[in-house]
């Protein structure tokens, strides 16, 4: 069992900077791969960015250059920092724990934090 608490959205202009945070609480931390995903209203979740337990690192291509994932196992922390924004990515970004046992994938989520994107 985790639980995960994502933090530091907000409100920016197009071409600045949010970093973004996931605490995680209530199992060992390090054995997760942490990932970030983004959804708007009407729209399905996608992929933003993942870095497993071995710290092997992808991006969805949209955030190429641009999105940074990291993660703090002595913390118990994910982290996003996202430069360069644009409008489009405005959305709620939410923190995904996941990890694979013999009786398959278990995922653990957030509950959202939301990312504006605006002049």
């Known amino acids: 069992q985790v639980q995960l608490v994502e933090s530091g959205g907000g409100l920016v202009q197009p071409g600045g900077s949010l970093r973004l945070s996931c605490a995680a609480s209530?199992?060992?931390?390090?054995?997760?791969?942490m990932g970030w995903y983004r959804q708007v209203p009407g729209q399905q979740r996608e992929l933003v960015a993942q870095i497993t337990s071995g710290g092997t690192i992808s991006y969805a291509n949209f955030v190429k250059g641009r999105f940074t994932i990291s993660r703090d196992n002595a913390k118990n922390t994910a982290y996003l920092q996202m430069n360069d924004l644009k409008p489009e990515d405005t959305a709620v970004y939410y923190c995904?724990?996941?990890?694979?046992?013999?009786?398959?994938?278990?995922?653990?989520w957030g509950q959202g934090t939301q990312v504006t994107v605006s002049s």
């Open positions: 209530g199992s060992i931390f390090s054995i997760y791969s």
């Open positions: 995904n724990a996941n990890r694979w046992r013999p009786v398959g994938r278990t995922d653990y």
